[in-house]
């Protein structure tokens, strides 16, 4: 059973969440007190958000003093993001038992880099607060003014409740992405044009392809559910136009006008805005990819 304590009275967004790290990376083998009585916290097996010191050997994670803990980038750590950099791994690996140390290694990255971060960030007062960001909801356990028999301890524990919940779903949705990513990797490996890449899953591929430098690719054939589609790859994380849209005369049409002017006979629509198209078969979606491209020039040799 691990010890671990933190202060008592109002808690924020990275005190709940460090807890819930803990609870995960022990599969709830964790004994945990609220206080801050010096003899208590030094009792304790792990201390975070309180006891003035940071020592990552000793297992105290505060984050409260002059010189406080940075990330590389130069951002502040809060106490969820330092537990997370000792803790993570375990968490991760209880959570999802059937992911390989490598998926394990990169949702630790993915988490750090998301949700975690952003609980440091608004706990140091690095990002600007709002009504519906995760520290604002966690916060709202506290009890308030007029909730005299709300007892402040178990107010706390529901802010775990809703912080583990948080963590276990956002770490399965970084684990899927990690998988897109390793699937789309294949794909690519595997293609014959390096401008078209066939996945024989629906699996997410928006992000696999820049975290993957895969600078030639401009078409995504995919599922979708009893048909395919082709979807036209863009420039840059988060653009909506593309590197080549589907070509202007496809445009809207739809089942026989769009099997007649593509010459694929299965071939079921293309969207107006020419980012993606579709027919019945894999095949099918494959040859639009393939008529789409540009032709491909071969180079001279002197």
Known sequence: MLKVATHNGTFHADDAFAFAILRAA???RVELVRTRNADQLAAADVVFDV???YDRAARRYDHHMRDKPLRDSGEPFSSAGLVWRDFGTAAVGNLLPAATPGVIAKIVD???RGLIRDVDLMDNGAMAPSAGHVATVIEAFNPTFAEDDR?????????VEVAAVMLARTCAHACAAALAEDTVADAARRAEDPRIIVLDRRVPWEEAVFDLELTDALYVVRPAGDAWTCSAVAPERGSFAQRQPLPDAWGGLRDEAFAAETGVSDATFCHP??????ARSRQGAVALATLAAPPILNKRIP
């Open 26 to 28: 022990t599969a709830g």
């Open 51 to 53: 006891g003035g010191s």
């Open 273 to 278: 805005a020419r980012f993606v198209c579709g």
């Open 151 to 159: 007892q402040e301890n178990a107010a706390f524990l529901q802010a």
């Open 110 to 112: 993915t988490m750090d």
